[in-house]
């Protein structure tokens, strides 16, 4: 098992979407809210995500195919 | 000893002791070095900081690190007088910071000595970054002389002649096939799985306070005083905050007077989200794709974006973007005036710079200090087309018609 800390960023379209909980529920990962910001045209979530990595990089890659932006909660690493 | 006294949680306050670790276990925000402002304050005067060695490392009691330090000769770059550039700009008290007179010609080796140096202490082998230039070979280049093993991961996108600066160093250089997206997750994964000293994640905070000695310096040499105006880039904002920062504590050490500088941003207009937010009055910066040829500060999701916003707005400056365009034209400029030639974030300052005084923002007499932070040819070929030689043949006829022409 391993955690991983992650960034959230929902386009407009996506706001009112249960995103988190059906990652939660497709995937074998606990989703654990630690900060947030959600207005009716952008939001983000920052959480952290426990599981298998396997698992975890599933839900990822299926946010991700929704539309929603996964970004390490520490930011871009890769610096010029 | 240093006076460093325990990481603290930028949003939530909670402590943590001196380690490697970037973010607060709460809220997952952001830890920050704090001191013993009152015990640093007692032992630091400007004369015993001006008998210090002329490298950033005569600020050391403002820094915090234990052991030896890690050092390749960098910082008290010099503070140059730019009187043409001045002219051109309409401004009369204009100073550059060119920092590109780094070791590894650029400002990154102030934040990577520090991080290094606690790398060692932390008792880490090894050291790691994420990086497509600048970041690379500062790393690189302090783990040889560290004697630690350096591990440099760069998306594979990445021109092979461009990571040349941190060849050169010989660390395992890793180019990851995918986007540079898949390399910061990457990166995030790797950090939990091995025991490195990765730069900019868990040796975060100590990498941050290498780059106060830019503010440090600059109030220094302008005869201890804080400028009127900053113009600095920003990519992750870090570098923006830390130079606040390192005026700030100089003011708070009563090494100069209050600080009354107003800090302005600069990022190109392809990778703009602090100034985005600025502009749009918004508290939070929202991640954008960078698209830009000023690769140094291509930074969409910067990590220090919020931080960065908040100095902006609290010293009363604001923030700006110029086209790549602009950027090229700045380059120029800054190379054809005052006869440095920086790499594009510095053509980006200029460029925010020329902005910001044409429209009155920053005015004439305001005592400002343009921030350039990286040298020029690592980047050249962005440039190329400025190379159109005049072809003479070896005879002086052939000279002379040519310079007629000219004539």
């Known amino acids: ?80 | 000893m240093s006076y460093a006294r325990a990481l603290r949680c930028r949003k939530c306050g909670q402590e943590y002791p001196i380690q490697p670790i970037n973010l607060c276990d709460f809220c997952l925000s952001p830890l920050e070095v704090i001191y013993d402002y009152k015990a640093m304050a007692k032992g630091l005067s400007r004369e015993q900081l001006a008998r210090g060695p002329l490298s950033m490392w005569r600020y050391r009691d403002m820094l915090p690190v234990e052991g030896k330090e890690v050092d390749i000769g960098t910082g008290f770059t010099p503070l140059v007088k730019a009187d043409n550039l001045g002219r051109e700009l309409g401004l009369s008290r204009l100073y550059i910071k060119n920092d590109c007179l780094n070791p590894t010609y650029s400002f990154k080796d102030r934040p990577v000595s520090v991080a290094v140096t606690k790398a060692r202490e932390f008792g880490f082998d090894a050291v790691a970054c994420a990086s497509t230039g600048n970041l690379a070979a500062s790393v690189a280049a302090h783990a040889a002389k560290a004697n630690m093993k350096a591990y440099v991961f760069v998306p594979s996108s990445v021109e092979k002649g461009k990571l040349v600066g941190a060849a050169i160093y010989n660390p395992v250089l890793m180019t990851v096939e995918g986007s540079y997206d898949d390399v910061n997750r990457l990166c995030a994964v790797l950090a939990q799985h091995y025991h490195w000293g990765f730069i900019n994640i868990n040796l975060r905070p100590y990498y941050a306070e290498g780059s106060k000695t830019l503010g440090y310096e600059v109030a220094e040499q302008l005869g201890w005083q804080a400028p009127d105006c900053v113009v600095a880039p920003a990519a992750s904002g870090l570098l923006f905050t830390r130079i606040w920062k390192g005026l700030d504590e100089m003011s708070m050490l009563g090494l100069i007077e209050p600080v009354n500088t107003h800090m302005y941003v600069a990022q190109a207009a392809g990778s703009s989200p602090i100034v985005n937010a600025f502009q749009a009055g918004a508290i939070h910066v929202h991640p954008v794709e960078p698209d830009t040829i000023a690769k140094s500060i291509a930074i969409g999701n910067p990590a220090d974006g919020f931080y960065a916003l908040r100095v902006a707005r609290q010293s009363g400056g604001g923030a700006c973007a110029v086209t790549d365009a602009e950027a090229i034209a700045g380059m120029r400029l800054l190379a054809q005036t005052e006869g440095i030639f920086a790499e594009a974030a510095g053509g980006v300052v200029i460029g925010v710079l020329r902005k910001l005084a044409a429209s009155g923002v920053i005015k004439r007499n305001e005592l400002t200090v343009a921030f350039i932070t990286g040298a020029g040819p690592r980047t050249q070929e962005i440039m190329a087309d400025s190379v159109q030689p005049f072809i003479v043949q070896p005879t002086l006829e052939s000279f002379e018609e040519v310079l007629g022409v000219l004539a």
């Open chain 1, 1 to 80: 098992m391993t955690k991983r800390q992650v960034m959230f960023t929902f386009p407009q379209e996506l706001i009112k979407e249960p995103i988190i909980y059906n990652l939660s529920h497709q995937f074998k990962v606990v989703t654990n809210i630690r900060r947030a910001d959600v207005s009716e045209n952008k939001g983000w979530v920052v959480l952290e995500l426990e599981g298998e990595d396997g698992e975890i990089e599933q839900g990822i890659t299926w946010v991700t195919s929704k539309g929603v932006r996964v970004d390490p909660v520490t930011g871009d690493v890769v610096e010029g």
